[in-house]
């Protein structure tokens, strides 16, 4: 499985961005698939992702602001009134057969 992100930049508070992630080779069997990020100092976090039950889960910090899309080829993150907080590096990740796979990454910087 390869992932390609995209769409992150410098956008204001109260902003919005879309973070698109395209999915190549066997996506068959994909337990989860979604959006991490880090910001600096801090460890990786879930930011929001499907599973394959059907269910979406969001961090608590982004409930209501960011909405995932897609389906196995495409993947999108929109977020919609950025704060400084969300001000990271952001990931698309997918789990297949207990294996991490990770995009290369994409920065989004929220200025105030």
């Known amino acids: 499985v390869q992932l390609q992100a995209s769409g992150g930049g410098l956008v204001q508070v109260g902003g919005s961005l879309t973070l698109s992630c395209a999915v190549s080779g066997d996506t068959t069997n994909m337990r989860y698939a979604g959006w991490y990020r880090q910001a600096p100092g801090k460890q990786r976090e879930l930011v929001a992702r499907?599973?394959?039950?059907?269910t979406e889960d969001y961090a608590d910090s982004v409930k209501g602001r960011f909405a995932l899309s897609g389906d196995s080829a495409n993947m999108y993150l929109q977020m919609n009134n950025l704060k400084p907080e969300d001000t990271a590096v952001y990931y698309c990740?997918?789990?297949?057969?207990?294996?991490?796979?990770w995009g290369q990454g994409t920065q989004v910087t929220v200025s105030s």
């Open positions: 990740h997918v789990e297949r057969w207990s294996v991490d796979y």
């Open positions: 499907f599973s394959a039950l059907g």
